[in-house]
């Protein structure tokens, strides 16, 4: 499975920006999508999943009610809207999937075997 991520860029605090991640495997629909997050020299934290068959998702404590993950089946693509951001949301966004996950470990990075490149975010004040 491979995967591209992007929309990342530079934005003012309060702004927004929207990522996407397409997936190649055909077999998308029954996926764990999730998004990670990573300052330089700190640990890949999780930031949200979408499971794609039942729309199951799981947002992080502290981007729920700014950040909005979304798939559409068809394009084998899922989404990340970021409202409301903030300079500590800058970091280096990366998309993951996982055909074998158990629900209650989406937030582990090591549950996803598969990994997108990653797309950078910057927030500025």
């Known amino acids: 499975v491979q995967l591209q991520a992007f929309g990342g860029g530079l934005v003012q605090a309060g702004g927004s920006l929207r990522l996407s991640c397409v997936a190649s495997e055909r077999t998308f629909s029954r996926f764990y999508m999730g998004w990670f997050r990573q300052d330089p020299g700190k640990e890949r934290t999780f930031v949200a999943a979408?499971?794609?068959?039942?729309?199951?998702?799981n947002i992080e404590e502290s981007v729920k009610g700014r950040f909005t993950i979304s798939r559409d089946n068809a394009k084998n693509t899922v989404y990340l809207q970021m409202d409301s951001l903030r300079p500590e949301d800058t970091a280096v966004y990366f998309c993951?999937?996982?055909?074998?996950?158990?629900?209650?470990?989406?937030?582990?990075?090591?549950?996803?075997?598969?990994w997108g490149q990653g797309t950078v975010v910057t927030v500025s004040s």
């Open positions: 979408i499971e794609t068959r039942s729309g199951y998702i």
């Open positions: 993951a999937a996982s055909s074998s996950l158990i629900r209650s470990a989406v937030a582990s990075r090591t549950a996803y075997a598969y």
